[in-house]
C-alpha cells in the first residue's frame, strides 16, 4: 500500500513536544465534510490522521493547509473497501505512535444515480462494502485500541449516515439510503456493545450540503436544490462546517453522556 504521510514511523522522530494530546482519524478526508472535518479538529488542537483513496493532490493539499495554520496531520491512501488496507493502516499508525482518541468514519460512496431497476450489481457490491463493511472494520480496529479492557483509554466513534435513511432516495440512490440505513443500525448496536469500554458510538447524518469550492459546480448543487428547498425548514443548504461541527461535539468530552445518537445536521429536513 503506498501512503503520503507527514508522520513519521519512528518513536524517537515523533513529532515535537507541541503535539497535540488528542489524536483524530478521519476516513475520506481529502474532500468535502472530511476535509472540514480534518480542518476543524486541527485548528482546535487535534493531531490528524486522514485518508483518501484517489485524491492525493487534494489530500496533500488539506494536510499542507493544516500545517499552514499550525497545525500537525498526515495523509494516508486507503481503499476502505479492502480489509488488509485498513489493517495495515492501523497497523501503520500503530508504528507511528498514533492511537485515535476519535475516529470518524466519514468515507462513503453513492454509486451513479439510478433506479433499483437499472442498478449494476458491481456498483452495488462496492457501495455495500465501502459503506458498510469499511464503517465497521475501521470500527473494529479501532476498538480494539480503544478499549480499556485491552489497556485502550476508550475514546469516540462518529459515523458519517445520511438523512436519505429516512426518505429512501427513491429512483435516485436507494441503495446508498438503505446502505446509510445500515450504519445508523451499527452506531445504535455498536454504542450499546462499547459501552462498558469507555467508547462512545454516535452518527451524524447531513442533509443537502455544499461539499465543493468549485463555482460552477456549487451552481449545479443550488440548481438540484431549488426543487427541494421547501422540504427543508432552514430553506438553505448546509455548510460542510457545519457538519463538522455536529461531528466536533459528539466526539468531544462535551457529550461525554452522549452514545448511541443519531444526530441530523440537515436543516429541519
Known amino acids: 500500500m503506498r501512503y503520503h504521510s507527514?508522520?513519521?514511523?519512528?518513536?524517537?522522530?515523533?513529532a515535537p513536544a507541541t503535539v497535540p494530546a488528542r489524536k483524530l482519524l478521519v476516513t475520506g478526508g481529502s474532500r468535502g465534510i472530511g476535509a472540514a472535518i480534518a480542518s476543524?479538529?486541527?485548528?482546535?488542537?487535534?493531531?490528524?490522521?486522514?485518508?483518501?483513496?484517489?485524491?492525493?493532490?487534494t489530500a496533500r493539499a488539506v494536510v499542507a493547509e493544516i500545517e499552514a495554520d499550525g497545525g500537525?496531520?498526515?495523509?494516508f491512501r486507503v481503499d476502505v473497501s479492502d480489509e488488509a488496507e485498513i489493517v495495515a493502516l492501523f497497523d501503520e499508525l500503530d508504528r507511528a505512535g498514533f492511537t485515535p482518541d476519535a475516529v470518524v468514519n466519514n468515507?462513503?460512496?453513492?454509486?451513479?444515480?439510478?433506479?433499483?431497476?437499472?442498478?449494476?450489481g458491481g456498483v452495488l457490491d462496492r457501495v455495500l462494502?465501502?459503506?458498510?463493511?469499511?464503517?465497521?472494520?475501521?470500527?473494529r480496529e479501532a476498538a480494539w485500541r480503544m478499549a480499556r479492557s485491552r489497556?485502550?483509554?476508550?475514546?469516540?466513534i462518529v459515523n458519517i449516515s445520511s438523512t436519505a435513511t429516512r426518505l429512501g432516495s427513491p429512483g435516485q440512490w436507494v441503495h446508498y439510503a438503505a446502505s446509510k440505513a445500515a450504519v445508523d443500525m451499527f452506531t445504535?448496536?455498536?454504542?450499546?456493545?462499547?459501552?462498558?469500554?469507555?467508547?462512545?458510538?454516535?452518527?451524524?447524518?447531513?442533509?443537502?450540503?455544499m461539499t465543493t469550492a468549485d463555482p460552477a459546480e456549487q451552481a449545479r448543487i443550488e440548481a438540484r436544490f431549488e426543487g427541494e428547498r421547501h422540504s427543508v425548514p432552514l430553506g438553505r443548504i448546509g455548510k460542510a462546517?457545519?457538519?463538522?461541527?455536529?461531528?466536533?461535539?459528539?466526539?468531544?468530552?462535551?457529550?461525554?453522556?452522549?452514545?448511541?445518537?443519531?444526530?441530523?445536521?440537515?436543516g429541519g429536513r
Open 6 to 14: 507527514a508522520m513519521s514511523s519512528d518513536p524517537d522522530k515523533a
Open 40 to 57: 476543524l479538529f486541527a485548528a482546535r488542537g487535534w493531531q490528524v490522521a486522514l485518508t483518501y483513496r484517489e485524491r492525493a493532490d
Open 72 to 75: 500537525t496531520a498526515a495523509a
Open 107 to 120: 468515507a462513503g460512496i453513492t454509486g451513479p444515480r439510478t433506479a433499483l431497476m437499472d442498478l449494476d
Open 129 to 139: 462494502r465501502t459503506n458498510i463493511a469499511g464503517t465497521m472494520l475501521i470500527a
Open 151 to 156: 489497556g485502550g483509554k476508550g475514546g469516540a
Open 188 to 209: 445504535q448496536g455498536l454504542a450499546r456493545e462499547l459501552a462498558a469500554e469507555g467508547i462512545r458510538v454516535n452518527a451524524v447524518s447531513p442533509g443537502h450540503t
Open 241 to 266: 462546517e457545519e457538519v463538522a461541527e455536529a461531528v466536533y461535539w459528539l466526539a468531544d468530552d462535551a457529550a461525554s453522556y452522549v452514545t448511541g445518537a443519531l444526530l441530523p445536521a440537515a
